[in-house]
């Protein structure tokens, strides 16, 4: 049972516009949503998240959004950059448990 | 400050043989422990998780198992080896509801 899904395997974006990364869940008892960035032959890394007592979290050029009633979660880059060309895994957690989606191929093209 | 060590970083192993692949954290006391896989092409899947010595939560039924000998300390293991367990697998540790921090992960090819 895929708890977490991210339904586009890759999203191909142009340098200096927006990249809309897009994810799903279908538990609504996660009550924290996480997304992480993944190069190639390394561990991901954690790069904004938000508590689901919140809908909106920015951090720089990062913003996630949350909607509860849609089980909904959608992370925005803006402007998006080459070097943000990875994998953006979605992830939610209830207690001790983090479930990850299975991720979504980016590339910004310069 | 905190550190997650995990290796060895590559690994090839022939069909049958058993594995050992160790994490070990430093700087933090009772972290909940993960490991995760990578598939070639797949998301990230959950395998185990331990919120203590001993405690260990299986996800999937599989040919792996795991164990936290100490707080700090978990091992995945097989006994023998399937051409299907090849992938790249991760450790992971958080503090209860925060974001996991990753280990820089282990390729395994099993031959």
């Known amino acids: 049972d895929q708890q977490v899904k991210q339904n586009s395997p890759s999203l191909s974006v142009q340098e200096g516009r927006i990249s809309i990364l897009n994810c799903d869940y279908t538990?609504?008892?996660?009550?924290?949503f996480l997304w992480y960035k993944k190069y190639p032959a390394e561990g991901p890394t954690f790069l904004i998240s938000?508590?689901?007592?919140?809908d909106k979290n920015e951090d720089g050029r990062f913003t996630v959004f949350l909607n509860k009633s849609a089980k909904h979660l959608s992370l925005h880059i803006v402007p998006s950059q080459p070097g943000d060309s990875a994998v953006y895994f979605c992830?939610?957690?209830?207690?001790?448990?983090?479930?990850f989606g299975a991720g979504t191929i980016l590339r910004v093209k310069s | 400050s905190q550190t997650i060590h995990q290796w060895p970083a590559t690994l090839v192993q022939p069909v049958g043989s058993p594995l050992s692949l160790e994490c070990t954290v430093e700087?933090?006391?009772?972290?909940?422990l993960y490991w995760y896989r990578q598939a070639a092409g797949r998301g990230l899947q959950l395998l185990f998780y331990?919120?203590?010595?001993?405690?260990i939560s299986s996800e999937v039924p599989q040919n792996l198992s795991a164990s936290r000998p100490q707080d700090r300390q978990f091992i995945l293991s097989s006994k023998k080896l399937l051409l299907s367990d090849s992938g790249f697998y991760l450790c992971?540790?958080?503090?209860?509801?925060?974001?996991?921090?990753f280990g820089q992960g282990t390729r395994l090819t099993v031959v």
């Open positions: 992971a540790w958080s503090w209860g509801l925060s974001e996991a921090f």
């Open positions: 538990n609504s008892m996660f009550d924290y």
């Open positions: 938000i508590s689901s007592i919140k």
């Open positions: 992830a939610a957690s209830r207690g001790n448990k983090l479930v």
């Open positions: 700087g933090t006391s009772n972290p909940n």
């Open positions: 331990s919120v203590g010595i001993g405690q």
